[in-house]
């Protein structure tokens, strides 16, 4: 694990006032989700700029140890796991249950 020096620093992304409302959330990640097994390269650009700022903030929650660069690592690792593996997503759980799952884990390997 590296030292960090400095007080890492976490970018939260700015929520719009005007954004139109999603009336299904799930539904929008399952089509994705589905363009994303289809090779579309859109739709993993779409995936990763949704889900990146969330799992980043969530590893970073997990542990004080945690400085910016050992994040970012384990967000890295998270989103290889997920190219790798979104093949056995059954949706059982909502995408982010388990990209956060896939995280968790990743932090714990990382430790």
Known sequence: MQL???QPKVVF?????????ISNPGKAD???IERCRKGDGD???????????????FV?????DFCHEDTE???QETFLAVVR?????QGKSS????????????????R
């Open 4 to 6: 960090c020096l400095k």
């Open 13 to 21: 992304p700015k929520m719009s006032g005007n954004r139109a409302p």
């Open 30 to 32: 399952a089509e994705l």
């Open 43 to 57: 739709a993993w650009d779409a995936l990763f700029d949704k889900y990146y700022p969330v799992a980043a903030r």
């Open 60 to 64: 970073f929650q997990l542990s004080a």
């Open 73 to 75: 690592e384990i967000c």
């Open 85 to 89: 593996n979104l093949g056995s997503f």
């Open 95 to 110: 995408f982010q249950t388990w990209l956060l799952r896939i995280a968790a884990n990743k932090a714990m390997d990382f």
